[in-house]
């Protein structure tokens, strides 16, 4: 199981790959503004989920960025996508249970 940092980088990476910034920015709208990866827990997350195998860095660089950016790239790997796909599994049951308890609509 993932903890919920290590999800949203996930999901963020699930369409492509992506930089830090962008990371961060998909999962406040994604959120609706209720989750805020700060950097220090992004970046933490991000090498956790590269030292498990679940994403590794990328050659997408941006090539419309300034010469001096050095923003590293991530990406899914075939494991990482096996376990955001797991867990997104996991949370739709859970939002079925949640349905039935009455929770939510």
């Given at each position: 199981m993932l903890t919920a940092a290590g999800f949203h980088v996930l999901l963020a990476?699930?369409?492509?790959?992506?930089?830090?910034?962008?990371?961060?920015?998909?999962?406040?709208?994604?959120?609706?503004?209720?989750v805020k990866l700060g950097p220090g827990t992004l970046y933490r997350t991000i090498s956790r989920l590269v030292a498990d195998g679940l994403v590794e860095e990328s050659?997408?660089?941006?090539?419309?960025a300034p010469?001096?950016?050095?923003?590293?790239?991530?990406?899914l790997t075939p494991q990482?996508?096996?376990?955001?796909?797991?867990?997104?599994?996991?949370?739709?049951?859970?939002?079925?249970?949640?349905?039935?308890?009455g929770l939510i609509a």
């Open positions: 990476l699930a369409s492509g790959s992506g930089h830090g910034y962008a990371v961060m920015r998909f999962v406040e709208e994604a959120s609706g503004g209720a050659d997408g660089a941006d090539p419309a010469h001096d950016a050095r923003r590293r790239y991530y990406k990482g996508e096996q376990a955001a796909r797991a867990e997104a599994e996991l949370m739709a049951r859970m939002v079925t249970a949640a349905r039935e308890a």
